[in-house]
């Protein structure tokens, strides 16, 4: 019966993934059962990356000796000097990038940019508040000398997010033959500190924390269930992300147009995407500026097109009104801009940011990983984008994030194999 509930001898379609049975396990049936005993800990596994320097690479590991769910990641940087500033969220600004590799998989690394994890934890948030915390928690603003600043970051994984109504079930570590690895490559410094003092070169922490859980007993878990039954697998299901980043200078008429070209699509579920503009000044420091890589722009009049057929268009910012009809609430977060270039000068203002959203399945299914949606295929690969900017004849970068139905399937063995199809 319990290998009945829990494993299959194919993959299971996400169109059709049955009801969840479990705090622990997805499944394929519609039934209850008593929840798997187990033991949360916060700050039981910690480690530090291998790397903390500003530009280099840090790697951890996370062990198959448990369920592994929710991963943190908190810096620390001592004894700033005069005449420098942070800016708000700066924590998730000095990520460049993360990849992972799924233990032993047919997949290589899988990788997303700083931006895209700041709209995977930003779109996975149910409302304002939690939205706008959790960028403060990412790092304080702060102007001048400082003998300690942190920043507190969620790393999203399959596994790992900001959701809480809906959050994704963990995942058991122990039925992989390898540890999951994560690498995260840093920032150069004048991406996430500004003004004109001497800058530091490292943090002084880089240390992730797991929430982590333990079975009462071993035997009630699936591990032993695989090992005697090979022909099976254990699936789980997944909302696979994509970084993508493009260019464009609004023109020099009133119209401030920018027209782009969304490009490099998997031929997989298309479920959303998420895009942000970011002006290219305000992407690094220069001559001490601060800089600001979540001060994002509102693009209004949007237009998008797939083989001249319009999946989206919004007079205006009406694309704001579209968000809330497939969220909680409001979908801004709260910023805070610094101006300035040293202690004299330094000064911020307020800011609401928001992200675009295009939604192709019936639900935010970020947020709602319990509803799964039949979604189309992009064939050609290509969606042409036109917006309205604030400015004209300015540098913009686009940073986009493609979100894909997936699943993860692992084997008697312990080898997990990825599909986005």
Same mark, same amino acid.
């Given at each position: 019966?319990? /290998? ?39 700050? *039981?596994? /910690? ?179 695989? *090992? ?133 399945? *019936? ?13 189309? *295929? ?44």
């Amino acid at each position: 019966m319990i /290998k009945d509930s829990y494993l299959s001898d194919s993959r299971v379609h996400l169109n059709n993934p049955g009801s969840q049975v479990s705090d622990l396990y997805y499944n394929k049936i519609n039934t209850t059962v008593d929840l798997t005993e187990c033991t949360w800990s916060y700050g *039981r596994y /910690k480690v530090g990356l291998t790397s903390v320097a500003f530009g280099s690479t840090g790697t951890f590991l996370i062990p198959n000796n448990g369920f592994a769910s929710c991963i943190f990641l908190t810096l620390r940087i001592d004894n700033i000097a005069a005449n420098n500033a942070l800016p708000r969220g700066w924590g998730y600004a000095a990520i460049n990038n993360i990849n992972y590799v799924f233990g032993s998989t047919n997949v290589g690394q899988i990788q997303v940019n700083g931006e895209s994890i700041m709209h995977m934890v930003m779109s996975q948030c149910e409302d304002v508040q939690k939205r706008s915390k959790i960028f403060n928690l990412g790092g304080q603003e702060s102007f001048g000398a400082v003998s300690a600043a942190y920043a507190h970051v969620i790393i999203p994984l399959p596994f790992s997010g900001a959701n809480s109504d809906y959050q994704k079930r963990p995942y058991d570590m122990t039925l992989l033959s390898s540890p999951i690895t994560v690498n995260i490559t840093f920032n150069p410094v004048d991406r996430f500190i500004g003004g004109t003092g001497v800058k530091p070169t490292a943090f002084n922490l880089a240390e992730i924390t797991i929430k982590q859980g333990q079975l009462a007993n071993s035997d009630s878990g699936l591990k032993p269930i695989l *090992r005697d039954n090979p022909e099976s697998q254990y699936s789980y299901p997944i909302i696979h992300k994509q970084s993508f980043v493009t260019t464009a200078t609004s023109d020099m008429t009133a119209l401030n147009n920018v027209n782009l070209l969304l490009q490099s699509f998997i031929y997989a579920d298309l479920v959303g995407i998420t895009i942000c503009a970011v002006r290219n000044s305000d992407l690094i420091s220069s001559t001490g500026s601060v800089p600001s890589p979540f001060f994002y722009q509102v693009m209004r009049n949007v237009n998008v097109k797939y083989n001249g057929q319009v999946v989206h268009e919004s007079a205006d910012v009406l694309h704001m009104l579209y968000n809330m009809v497939n969220m909680p609430s409001a979908d801004f977060f709260q910023n805070s801009i610094v101006t300035g270039n040293n202690d004299a000068t330094f000064a911020s203002f307020p800011a609401d940011c928001n992200l675009l959203y295009l939604d192709f399945s *019936r639900k935010r299914e970020d947020v709602y990983d319990d509803s799964f949606s039949n979604v189309w *295929r992009i064939a050609n690969q290509t969606l042409t984008m036109t917006a309205t900017m604030p400015a004209q004849d300015t540098q913009y970068t686009f940073f986009m994030t493609y979100y894909y139905n997936g699943i993860i399937s692992v084997d008697s063995t312990g080898t997990s194999n990825i599909y986005f199809n």
